[in-house]
């Protein structure tokens, strides 16, 4: 048996996409916006590894998530006997480069990451194991003013979309005493109700009682209801800094909802969490979640400094920025060259680099094809004209111009000879016209 027949076809991992070229223009395109939108902020990107030390992880998300107890992508590095982790998260690690290269010395850093993130859950719409996140981190500032400015620069990239229907969720997490004070009265309210907890909610209750709050179980939705509020055992400060963010939301005309069971999946966050949710994703309803996590610094190493961010998946964004706002996939191309023979196909060659050189985009035709063959190629790759180099145009030195599309047919003839020497400002002027 031949290799070849006997090596099976390999496919994706489950839970892991391809984003193909028809797909990724609009990637692209919403990356191209969040630049801009994160540079009005003054935000500038952080490019930490994907792989970590798994310690960073467990230390920094908690060892009790749902995250670090069973969704890591984590393996033994073979040459060193180091355990690795592919990041199920920016945060943990934008902060450990944070303190590493000591960038909190002269200032606080206003950073921003994109790209993949890898957890282990079960795939279904919205939920992927390989996913991407815009990662948003304010490092070094502890006033609720930031924790306004990032909710207020989240509303602002939904409007930037055109998004309908996302809505804003917010609690308070207090600070560690408050939450030590209330675990208690938790866990008292837990052992009361023993009855009702499932499995995990028993295997929960001491480790991460606040989690058991979080349950979808209906038998325990009661017990639920009932449990002590976290926002009711807030002192002083905390209290006037979830007003202080309260207070710019109102400003600048945000509506929220205090939800008070909003506790989150991750255990660094203290003081403001939040979500931004919509019911038009099924299930996966979140979009963006988080908040302020100011004992991560010093729990890493470092030294003590606030902090408060937050992660957009972009699977979810994309998928309702598609129901909201309609998308032109963008042309391969403004101008496609078809040629007759190998002479043809070096000058048209040589003529592309010109238009490049002058901002067009431009494709020429590859390998032997006949003219009808080319001609559907380049009306497949939605280019705006076609130049055409037969062994006539080459003789002549003047290229002939066929729009492709009707908007600029109906504008100007539908076919055009051009001398090679004004081709450039032809097309230039012509092409231009259209964008
Ligand atoms: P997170 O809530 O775990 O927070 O994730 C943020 C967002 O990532 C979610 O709201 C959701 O849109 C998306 N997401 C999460 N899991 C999946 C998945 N399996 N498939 C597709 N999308 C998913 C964090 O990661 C924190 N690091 C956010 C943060 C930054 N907090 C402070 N700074």
């Not at 809505?167 to 866990?187: D, I, T, Y």
Request: net charge negative.
């Amino acid at each position: 048996m031949s290799q070849q027949q006997s090596f099976k076809k390999v496919s994706a991992i489950t839970g892991m996409k391809d984003i193909l070229p028809g797909e990724s223009a609009r990637w692209e395109h919403l990356e191209a916006i969040v630049r801009d939108w994160l540079a009005a902020y003054g935000y500038r990107n952080l490019r930490a590894p994907v792989l970590e030390h798994t310690r960073l992880f467990a230390r920094g998300i908690g060892e009790v998530t749902d995250i670090v107890e069973k969704e890591m992508y984590s393996f033994t590095d073979a040459l060193n006997g180091d355990m690795l982790t592919m990041r199920p998260e920016f945060t943990a690690g934008m902060v450990r480069a944070t303190i590493e290269h000591n960038l909190l010395y002269e200032r606080p850093q206003r950073v921003y990451a994109m790209g993949p993130v890898f957890r282990h859950e079960r795939p279904q719409r919205g939920r992927y194991r390989q996913f991407h996140q815009i990662d948003v981190e304010a490092l070094g500032f502890a006033g609720p003013d930031v924790d306004a400015e990032l909710i207020l620069m989240l509303a602002r990239l939904w409007k930037l979309l055109g998004l309908k229907d996302v809505r804003l969720e917010l609690n308070s997490l207090g600070l560690p005493e408050e939450r030590a004070a209330h675990r208690q009265a938790l866990v008292a309210h837990l052992e009361t109700h023993i009855d009702v907890l499932d499995e995990e909610a028993r295997r929960r209750m001491h480790t991460n009682p606040l989690r058991v709050l979080d349950t979808k179980n209906p038998a325990m939705q009661e017990m639920a209801n009932s449990a002590p509020r976290l926002f009711d055992f807030l002192g002083e400060q905390s209290r006037a800094h979830f007003d202080g963010v309260c207070e710019r939301l109102h400003d600048a005309g945000i509506s929220y909802t205090l939800n008070p069971r909003l506790v989150r999946g991750l255990d660094y966050y203290n003081l403001t969490v939040f979500e931004w949710t919509t019911d038009r994703l099924g299930a996966q309803g979140t979009v963006c979640g988080g908040g302020r996590y100011d004992g991560l610094l010093e729990l890493l190493g470092g030294k003590p400094a606030p902090a408060v961010g937050f992660a957009i998946g972009m699977e979810r964004l994309l998928d309702l920025w598609e129901q909201d706002a309609s998308y032109d996939t963008p042309a391969e191309c403004d101008v496609y060259f078809v040629h007759q023979s190998e002479a043809a196909q070096r000058q048209a060659m040589r003529l592309a680099e010109l238009l490049r050189d002058a901002g067009l985009k431009v494709m020429v035709h590859a390998g032997p094809s006949g003219f009808k063959a080319q001609f559907k190629r380049a009306d497949l790759s939605g280019a705006a004209a076609a130049v055409i180099l037969g062994d006539a145009e080459l003789q002549s030195g003047r290229a002939s111009v066929k729009w492709l599309r009707q908007e600029q047919a109906d504008n100007q003839e539908q076919q055009q000879e051009m001398p090679f020497g004004q081709l450039v400002e032809f097309l230039q002027s012509r092409c231009k016209q259209k964008v």
